[in-house]
């Protein structure tokens, strides 16, 4: 893992919104005392999302005294989980994933077309609309390429839908996440190939059989012993009740 710093320019100070610090209360209610620390992730990542996707040093210390931890510790957590931030990032976040199925699939040209259409890695565009970095593997390795979105995954790329999709985000057209070559999910590409019999699943046929069929009995239904399980056991009558005699 490459070395992970905190940004050269920070603002001067951090609070949670008080939406943000009712929220993160509750999380730290979750944990017994003494282990309030267990919070520190979730507060982590609220404090990122509230500034736009990024932890500035201020949060970290704020969190950290939130928690009564030790601000190094809190360090220790930011820059060791790349899904911290530590510098700003674009409104549109792209990750794309490097990772050796996508690499196979062809990530290299989906990281070069990052680079034509929005400039070198981990740098934000002049207009602060869009950043984008390499990342390990995303797992949708099925579906490679793969990139994700901010929170949405873009599958089956090529450089010409990426580039496409780009586009469209900077031209404001809504985008669709998902696959991008007309796959159904993590179906196999050009549809289905197996069990493509349409007898299999004739509606007339089946009731057909199913009217035939010895069915076997459900479990609420008697079963002769030791029989198949469509053989029923034979009713057995039950003697009448002396008079004056109570049923138990």
């Known amino acids: 893992m490459s070395v992970r710093r905190l940004a050269a320019e ?31 992730l979730a507060l982590l990542w609220r404090a990122q ?23 190094i510790r809190v360090y220790e957590i930011a820059t060791f989980y790349t899904m911290f931030n530590l510098a700003p990032i674009g ?21 070069n077309t990052c680079r034509k259409v929005i400039g ?6 002049p207009d602060g609309l869009f950043s984008w970095t390499e ?24 450089p010409e839908s990426l580039e496409r999709i780009l586009g469209n ?11 991008q070559n007309g796959r159904q999910a993590s179906a196999p590409e050009g549809g289905p190939i197996t069990l493509l019999d349409a007898a299999l699943y004739g509606k007339e046929e089946r009731e057909e059989e199913l009217v035939g069929a ?18 029923r056991e034979a009713a057995v009558p039950k003697p009448p009740l002396s008079k004056g005699r109570k049923p138990r």
């Open 214 to 231: 010895n069915m076997a009995l459900t479990d609420n239904q008697a079963k002769r012993p030791g029989k198949a399980a469509n053989v």
């Open 10 to 40: 920070q603002p001067e100070g951090f609070a949670f919104t008080p939406e943000n610090l009712e929220w993160a209360k509750a999380q730290i209610k979750k944990y017994p005392e003494g282990r309030e620390a267990s919070a520190v």
């Open 91 to 111: 409104r549109y976040y792209v990750q794309v994933c490097g990772t050796t199925p996508c690499w196979l699939r062809g990530a290299e040209a989906i990281k």
């Open 169 to 179: 985000v900077k031209a404001g057209r809504p985008i669709t996440p998902g696959p």
């Open 49 to 71: 999302e509230q500034m736009d996707g990024w932890l500035p040093e201020p949060a970290l210390r704020y969190v950290a005294d939130m928690l009564g931890l030790a601000y």
């Open 135 to 158: 990342v390990e593997c995303l797992g949708a390795c099925v579906n490679a390429p793969v990139a994700q979105i901010n929170k949405y995954y873009y599958e089956d790329l090529t």
């Open 120 to 125: 070198e890695k981990d740098r934000v565009t």
